[in-house]
């Protein structure tokens, strides 16, 4: 829809990147407001975000070339030659690309490093960012719409798009199509909105709010992986790798949910 944005035509400004760093910058300044009410001072919220971007880029990248290796153990020859003869391109096509879940992990794991290196108790952190994850997610997911990637499959009906043409994904335009990103970006702002209404309201153990996150999110992305046109996320026989993570994840979020895993950690702490 559009990709990238021309600032007076000196250079161009990549749409996706410029939505999700607002994104981000929203999320972080109202972790600071947050954190005081948890016991967690603002400058630690600031650069245990900045440790978990760095996270997330990393786990993205690294996730997005799992699911390229495959292809390149298969075809090594070939890939070790494009590698000799184009470098960038080769490099480009194992690290070019981002998935989400590997950003998410990595996010998490940046903050946990964080705490680790200066001594601050990491579970806090999980309730604080958990209505905040939905949020920077579902303005990716506009990100992603602007620049026409992560898009839907084929669909003539009511909704549907028609993406104008894109040089950075030159088969976006030959069909109308579901709306994906949209649709992902208005489950995951809902969700945002009922954590945010649990974290006032109700009395919720540590864990809990971020183990709601991921059941909620686990089944959401798994039935909309259904919908997804694109074929570069990689997968194992009929299902995709973001589906093969869902289903590992979900039990992991009703374990949080029931809370009593974080309920030890923090009786034998205490």
Same mark, same amino acid.
């Given at each position: 829809?559009?990709?990238?944005?021309?600032?007076?035509?000196?250079?161009?400004?990549?749409?996706?990147?410029?939505?999700?760093?607002?994104?981000?910058?929203?999320?972080?300044?109202?972790?600071?407001?947050?954190?005081?009410?948890?016991?967690?001072?603002?400058?630690?919220?600031?650069?245990?975000?900045?440790?978990?971007?760095?996270?997330?880029?990393?786990?993205?990248?690294?996730?997005?070339?799992?699911?390229?290796?495959?292809?390149?153990?298969?075809?090594?020859?070939?890939?070790?030659?494009?590698?000799?003869?184009?470098?960038?391109?080769?490099?480009?096509?194992a690290f070019s690309g981002l998935v989400f879940y590997g950003g998410l992990f990595g996010a998490i794991l940046g903050v946990y490093c964080y705490c680790r290196q200066y001594k601050v108790p990491f579970i806090p952190y999980l309730d604080i960012y958990a209505p905040l994850l939905p949020f920077?997610?579902?303005?990716?997911?506009?990100?992603?719409?602007?620049?026409?990637?992560?898009?839907?499959?084929?669909?003539?009906?009511?909704?549907?798009?028609?993406?104008?043409?894109?040089?950075?994904?030159?088969?976006?335009?030959?069909?109308?199509? $579901?709306?994906?990103? =949209?649709?992902?970006?208005?489950?995951?702002? +809902?969700?945002? @909105? *009922?954590?945010? !209404?649990?974290?006032?309201?109700?009395?919720?153990?540590?864990?809990?709010?971020?183990?709601?996150?991921?059941?909620?999110?686990?089944? $959401?992305?798994?039935? =909309?992986?259904?919908?997804?046109?694109?074929? +570069?996320?990689? @997968? *194992?026989?009929? !299902?995709?790798?973001?589906?093969?993570?869902?289903?590992?994840?979900?039990?992991?979020?009703?374990?949080?949910?029931?809370?009593?895993?974080?309920?030890?950690?923090?009786?034998?702490?205490?």
């Open positions: 829809m559009f990709p990238v944005m021309n600032i007076f035509g000196l250079f161009r400004l990549p749409m996706y990147g410029t939505v999700f760093g607002i994104g981000f910058a929203i999320a972080v300044l109202t972790a600071r407001k947050i954190g005081p009410a948890y016991g967690i001072g603002k400058d630690d919220i600031t650069f245990a975000s900045l440790y978990g971007i760095i996270g997330l880029l990393v786990g993205a990248k690294a996730m997005y070339f799992l699911t390229k290796l495959p292809a390149i153990i298969i075809h090594f020859d070939i890939y070790l030659q494009a590698l000799k003869e184009e470098p960038l391109n080769a490099i480009s096509y920077i997610h579902g303005v990716g997911r506009i990100g992603c719409f602007l620049a026409g990637c992560c898009y839907g499959i084929e669909y003539h009906g009511f909704g549907s798009v028609q993406f104008p043409y894109n040089e950075l994904v030159p088969e976006l335009n030959e069909v109308p199509r $579901v709306p994906v990103q =949209l649709m992902e970006a208005g489950m995951n702002f +809902i969700l945002c @909105g *009922v954590l945010f !209404f649990l974290m006032k309201k109700k009395k919720m153990r540590s864990g809990q709010l971020l183990g709601i996150y991921f059941v909620y999110y686990a089944i $959401v992305r798994y039935l =909309l992986e259904l919908l997804r046109g694109d074929i +570069i996320r990689g @997968g *194992v026989g009929r !299902f995709s790798t973001s589906q093969i993570i869902s289903i590992l994840l979900l039990p992991v979020g009703i374990i949080l949910i029931r809370g009593k895993w974080l309920s030890a950690r923090q009786s034998k702490k205490a």
